[in-house]
């Protein structure tokens, strides 16, 4: 059997070449490079699984990744070629993070991304900019008089919008990749320190051994959420950080009112870790009074305008499809209602975008609320709505809920705030909405270390 196996990886993979002495920096800054491919690998959706991984040289190659299918197939869905993409960027985004440098070595890498990204948008129709089009013919090779001369067939304007398109989704996707890297960096332990270190002494090839911790959980579990330009994905739980810009929110109402406090109080959130950033502009605290669709824009837009280029998604609560267009158009990548959508043209307006959507629950309106809460059977039961395959956001943060429990105010429940998210994580959240991220983070980061699923027990 070994000789069979032996047979295949020289078909794929190429033939050994053992006699080729590499220095220590290099076969390390090539372990890297191929740890970068799996981590990504084992991380997003739709990708074949790593079968092996090598730093001995084979045909062209330094190192090898090499991933199978477990089944059959004919075609290719956008999301998996999305995968694929990432993927690729996998090695040099590790190069650079654990090694300081950029080297060579990803040429391939950069090639096969750029090829199916241009496909993507050119051949395959899976561009939204660009639509369901062929742009420009496929030459093929020169042969049996061929003409070899280029035929264009559409407009210098038109192919300048299908590079940007490509230039969107190779961003997009080394940025994805980068951020896998990055959030799953410290997360093997010393375990795949003697692993990483074995391969380095030993040059063997080895069958990737699952990772442990959050590893193993994004590999059984790892889903994503489109928000926009983003993709958010969901192998562990994402903290939402809270800007209100109202005067009257029952926790900071007043404190970010003007835009460039709220500016700079979502720079601060995303600094501490958020994930994405849940603004503001109208108060659904228990006895509030409703705001205008032109009081709320105008608290808004100033605020995403100041927010333009930034990292992470933006989410915007409202419940009014008119403010739902505006701020769409102003860059938020989410929609966060807390009347599910049920207020007309709500539906219609969400629908006509590429935005993400939370459908908030709430008991009647915010002047009746709190007439007879059931906050905690909803967070006993949460694991109910988990099981419906669908990302779950809470948000218990600073609620009076909580200071009915501890008899805190507003300011006060920062431990009672903290252990609402934990039991909502290990009940089912994929999302947990928070006014203190750094503190959130740290303590979603202990359960992650006790559980060993990345902080998504169930109870």
């Not at 070899?148 to 080394?174: G, L, P, Y």
């Not at 994402?238 to 003007?258: K, R």
């Not at 929609?335 to 006509?352: F, K, M, W």
């Not at 059977?377 to 600073?398: D, K």
Request: hydrophobic share 40%; net charge neutral; glycine share 10%.
């Amino acid at each position: 059997m070994d000789d069979f196996e032996r047979a295949k990886d020289k078909i794929v993979m190429g033939a050994e070449r053992r006699s080729m002495v590499m220095p220590e920096e290099e076969r390390r800054n090539t372990a890297y490079h191929e740890s970068g491919h799996a981590v990504v690998a084992k991380l997003l959706p739709k990708t074949d699984p790593v079968h092996k991984v090598t730093i001995i040289p084979r045909g062209r190659a330094l190192g090898v990744t090499m991933q199978l299918p477990e089944q059959d197939r004919y075609s290719m869905d956008r999301d998996r070629l999305l995968s694929s993409i990432a993927v690729l960027f996998g090695g040099r985004i590790a190069e650079e993070l654990f090694m300081g440098q950029m080297t060579t070595g990803a040429s391939n890498d950069f090639e096969r991304a750029t090829a199916l990204a241009r496909s993507m948008v050119t051949q395959w129709g899976m561009s939204d900019a660009m639509g369901p089009m062929v742009y420009g013919e496929n030459e093929g090779e020169v042969f049996l008089g061929r003409s070899i001369t280029t035929h264009k067939n559409v407009s210098e304007v038109t192919m300048q919008k299908v590079d940007a398109e490509i230039r969107r989704i190779i961003d997009e996707q080394f940025g994805l990749a980068k951020k896998l890297i990055l959030d799953n960096r410290d997360k093997g332990g010393a375990r795949r320190g003697r692993a990483c270190t074995r391969l380095l002494a030993h040059s063997r090839e080895r069958d990737p051994k699952p990772a442990s911790g959050l590893f193993m959980s994004a590999a059984v579990a790892a889903r994503s959420l489109r928000c926009g330009r983003f993709r958010l994905m969901l192998d562990r739980p994402l903290v939402a950080g809270v800007v209100n810009v109202t005067p009257d929110s029952f926790s900071d109402g007043g404190h970010y009112l003007e835009p460039s406090a709220a500016i700079a109080h979502a720079r601060r959130l995303a600094d501490e870790g958020a994930d994405l950033i849940d603004l503001g502009a109208e108060s659904s605290r228990p006895g509030a009074e409703s705001v205008s669709a032109e009081q709320e824009l105008s608290r808004l837009i100033p605020v995403l305008d100041g927010l333009g280029a930034f990292p992470i998604p933006i989410s915007v609560d409202t419940t009014k499809p008119e403010v739902m267009r505006a701020v769409i158009g102003a860059g938020a990548a989410m929609i966060n209602d807390i009347g599910a959508l049920r207020s007309p043209g709500a539906l219609e307006a969400v629908a006509a975008s590429d935005a993400g959507v939370c459908l908030m629950h709430k008991q009647g309106e915010p002047r009746t609320m709190q007439l007879e809460p059931h906050n905690f059977e909803l967070l006993r039961n949460l694991h109910r709505f988990a099981e419906m395959g669908l990302p779950v956001m809470a948000g218990w943060s600073r609620k009076s809920t909580l200071g009915a429990i501890t008899g805190r105010g507003a300011d006060e429940r920062l431990a009672a705030s903290i252990a609402a998210a934990l039991l909502a994580v290990q009940h089912g959240a994929t999302i947990v909405r928070v006014h203190d991220v750094a503190a959130t983070r740290d303590a979603l980061a202990v359960l992650a270390a006790m559980d060993g699923h990345g902080g998504r027990g169930r109870p």
